[in-house]
């Protein structure tokens, strides 16, 4: 059983930055690809970044479009978290961030391939 636990949410003024955290533990994380999602009132889950579980190659990351450019997600395999750091906020970025891993290690961009998630942590971005 994995355990997946995300801090570091908060309220930003438009332009301002923040980084997610995503701490793991239960299981082997150096073999899992990680993802972020997020989930606006009344939208769906919508994929945000993901990493394979090799860091080698920047090529192992992707990101939604909307957020390529303003979004970094990396990982540190020895302290078994996963980070999402997000500059230049938009109040559209606001949603409630999860962090979810995929035991496959290979990155996808579908939520139904991830097995386990975090509780979330809100993010508001004002105006």
């Known amino acids: 059983q994995v355990q997946l636990v995300e801090s570091g949410g908060g309220l930003v003024q438009a332009g301002g930055s923040l980084r997610l955290s995503c701490a793991a533990s239960g299981g082997t994380f150096s073999n899992y690809a990680m993802g972020w999602f997020r989930q606006a009132p009344g939208k769906e889950r919508e994929f945000v970044a993901t990493?394979?579980?090799?860091?080698?190659?920047?090529?192992?990351?992707r990101y939604v479009d909307s957020v390529k450019g303003r979004f970094t997600i990396s990982r540190d395999n020895a302290k078994s978290t996963v980070y999402l750091q997000m500059n230049s906020l938009k109040p559209e970025d606001t949603a409630v961030y999860y962090c979810?891993?995929?035991?496959?290690?290979?990155?996808?961009?579908?939520?139904?391939?991830?097995?386990?998630w975090g509780q979330g942590t809100q993010v508001t971005v004002a105006s």
């Open positions: 990493i394979s579980w090799s860091t080698w190659s920047i090529g192992n990351r």
């Open positions: 979810a891993a995929d035991l496959r290690g290979f990155v996808s961009f579908d939520p139904n391939d991830y097995d386990y």
